[in-house]
C-alpha cells in the first residue's frame, strides 16, 4: 500500500498554512508571500502531465533547476500562501500558473486539466507530496516557450518510456503508473 501524507486537500491545506505560520516565509516583490521549502518537513508540489494522443510531452532541466539534464514534465512546487489560503483550487491554480511561466501556455480555469491522483515519495532526506492533473489535446498544442528550467522539449511515446528511464526525473514512470496514464 502506497504511503500518504495528506489524504484530502482539506488536510494538505492545513499542513501549508502550519508550516507557513512557523517562519517559513519570504516576501517577493510581487507582494507575495510565498513557502520557502527548504526548511518543510514535506514539500508539496504539483505535475502536469501534458498527452497528444499516445504520447507525452516531456521537458529537459536546466542548470539553473535541481536534476539538471533529466527530463520531466511540467511541475513546481505549491508556495504562494494567498492563493493557499484564499483559493479553493489551490493546487489547481498553482499548476496553471506553471504552465504559464515554464512553456508559456495562458490556460484558464475552463481549461481541462483533469486531476489523477496524488504520488508519495518518502526517502531518507525526501519527503515529497505531489498532486497531479493530466492536459490532454486531441486538437492542435500550443506553441511551446520555454523559459530557464528548460532547455528542449520532445513528444514522447508513452509506450517507450521505460527505455529512457535513466533520463527521467527519479519517480517519473511510478507517478505516471498511478495516475493511470501508463
Known amino acids: 500500500m ?25 516576501a517577493l516583490a510581487t507582494s507575495d508571500r510565498v513557502l ?11 505535475t502536469g502531465y501534458v498527452l497528444k494522443g499516445d504520447r507525452i ?12 539534464g ?10 504562494n500562501i494567498d492563493w493557499i489560503h484564499d483559493r479553493p483550487q489551490f493546487c489547481r491554480d498553482h499548476l496553471i ?36 492533473f493530466a492536459l490532454e489535446f486531441d486538437q492542435a498544442v500550443p506553441e511551446i516557450r520555454l523559459n530557464g528550467e528548460h532547455t528542449a522539449y520532445q513528444w514522447q511515446s508513452l509506450n517507450q518510456l ?10 517519473f514512470i511510478p507517478a505516471l503508473q498511478v495516475a493511470g496514464l501508463l
Open 36 to 46: 520557502n521549502f527548504r526548511h518543510v518537513p514535506i514539500k508539496v508540489g504539483v
Open 97 to 132: 500558473q506553471e504552465f504559464q511561466e515554464e512553456v508559456g501556455w495562458q490556460l484558464s480555469d475552463e481549461t481541462a486539466l483533469r486531476e489523477c491522483g496524488t504520488y508519495t515519495i518518502d526517502e531518507p532526506g525526501v519527503k515529497l507530496h505531489l498532486e497531479m
Open 162 to 171: 521505460a527505455a529512457l528511464e535513466p533520463i527521467l526525473m527519479p519517480h
Open 2 to 26: 502506497r504511503q500518504v501524507f495528506f489524504p484530502d486537500r482539506a488536510s494538505l491545506r492545513s499542513y501549508l498554512l502550519q508550516v507557513a505560520a512557523e517562519d517559513n516565509l519570504e
Open 57 to 68: 510531452l516531456l521537458l529537459e532541466r536546466s542548470n539553473l533547476v535541481q536534476f539538471p
Open 70 to 79: 533529466k527530463w520531466s514534465t511540467v511541475s513546481g512546487y505549491i508556495d
